[in-house]
């Protein structure tokens, strides 16, 4: 059911008195408000900038201009925000502006803050110093030239047709004949294709391994027109998965309302996501999730007492952590090898904790698997066991010019100690290659 709301209607203008400013000066902001209504009304208007914070009361009839005096203390890239709002305290209308910073070399400026897609954007660049000049290559949405630059520069591009709303950044950069280079920067706003995901909601928040799941979705536009929507689902180890695109129509008058069914095939247990996206043939407009769990018995992790075991007389002790209710098999993997298995009986969070034996020395990779109807759920985590050992490398090299004139070769052989710690006496053996040594 639709129905008609008779509320606050306001036309609101604002503008800055200059296109930059540099630190230490003062903005003068105006606010032009109007509105159809014959009815006095009671509001007041707000600005806010960097730790200023001004209001001002108006009762409006007809048509009413405000000004506030903005003190620029620094300017660091952030907007100036202003707001219409009811004396009850409701906002009506809320909206932003750049304050530009004049460049220490170079100065860009255009003739609006605020563009269409398809607008013509017209650009100028000077120079803050006499005499500047070199190459420019000059940069913007879908756009690039380069140019012969001296002191300043008008130039002109039009933005694409399509172009999602957002912020834009047109930049210039300026090599000179000594190589010396400078680059400026200008923001921009694009009031292009606007898609919000108001609701993504699924039918269940648990869902067995081949469940069919069921997802509404509330999408809001400014632009009617239409789209596709395709879908993939994320595992707990990121795999992605497709689960589909079907095609939509969005809606600039209303929320469009929209219901698509997911076929779910996984073999990992625990939390998964929902990913979408929403497309104007390659051009994203919008993305989010939604997240679901998958199966009865979830790892939560694993991990040993220490990250690095100096000796190698030391005890590993693990910890492994899981949630579950029902009973699971619990596997443990050192380096790809089995090294222990049982069954755990789980019912809400518990831990379980084991001791290794038998390691060897070096860098070591623990896994643990608990497996239940099917699935897997996988958690690893690494160790290093006897770090202060010592760590012997050998390397054999030989020369062919070093043969002598009874034809016997020189081998040079040495031995690398890339441990924390001296080696104990060591016997060095050299054996004969079994195949000839031909020097030519």
């Given amino acids: 059911m639709k129905y008609h709301l008779s509320g606050i209607n306001l036309n609101v203008n604002a503008s800055l008195d200059k296109q930059y400013y540099t630190e230490g000066e003062t903005a003068h902001l105006t606010i032009n408000v109007q509105s159809p209504n014959p009815n006095p009304q009671a509001l007041f208007a707000r600005v806010n900038y960097k730790g200023y914070e001004n209001q001002q009361a108006l009762t409006l009839n007809g048509s009413q201009t405000l000004t506030f005096d903005i003190p620029l203390a620094q300017i660091t890239g952030e907007k100036l925000f202003y707001g219409i709002y009811h004396e009850s305290g409701r906002s009506i209308h809320l909206n932003s502006l750049y304050i530009y910073k004049a460049g220490d070399t170079i100065t860009i400026t255009t003739d609006k803050q605020v563009y269409n897609p398809a607008e013509i954007v017209n650009v100028v660049i ?45 930049i210039a950069n300026l090599t000179e004949a000594d190589g010396t280079s400078y680059t400026e920067t200008h923001s921009i706003d694009i009031s292009g294709i606007q898609v919000k995901v108001l609701e993504c909601k699924n ?33 707990p180890e990121g795999k992605y998965t497709s689960a589909g695109e079907s095609s939509i129509n969005l809606l600039s008058s209303e929320s469009l309302l929209f219901t698509d069914n ?80 049982e069954t755990v009986s789980l019912n809400g969070f518990s831990s379980l904790n084991s001791e ?73 053996a050299l054996s004969q290659l079994p195949q000839l040594l031909r020097i030519i």
């Fill in 356 to 428: 290794l034996e038998n390691i060897q020395p070096g860098a070591h990779i623990l896994k643990a698997i608990l497996s239940v109807g099917g699935l897997q759920s996988t958690k690893e985590t690494s160790f290093i066991y006897g770090s202060n050992l010592p760590d012997l490398i050998g390397r054999v090299s030989v020369e062919p010019s070093a043969i002598s004139e009874d034809n016997k070769l020189n081998i040079t052989a040495t031995v690398t100690n890339q441990g924390k710690f001296p080696a104990t006496e060591t016997a060095l």
């Fill in 126 to 170: 000077s120079s803050q110093q006499s005499a500047l000049s070199g190459t420019m290559t000059l940069t913007g949405p879908e756009y690039s030239d380069t140019f012969a630059f001296l002191e300043t520069a008008l130039k002109s591009f039009t933005l694409p047709s399509v172009m999602t709303a957002g912020t834009y950044s047109i």
């Fill in 262 to 341: 997911y076929s779910l095939l996984t073999v990992v247990s625990g939390i998964h996501r929902l990913v979408y996206g929403i497309y104007s043939g390659d051009l994203l407009l919008v993305s989010g999730s939604e997240a679901f769990d998958v199966g009865d018995a979830v790892l939560l992790g694993i991990s040993s007492d220490k990250p690095d075991y100096p000796t190698n007389t030391e005890a590993v002790n693990i910890t492994v952590s899981m949630f579950g209710t029902v009973d699971a098999d619990l596997e443990l993997q050192l380096d790809g090898t089995t090294v222990k298995t």
């Fill in 203 to 235: 039918d269940k928040g648990k869902y067995a391994s081949s469940d069919t799941i069921t997802t509404d979705f509330t999408i809001s536009s400014n632009t009617t027109m239409p789209a596709t929507l395709k879908a993939w689902i994320v595992d």
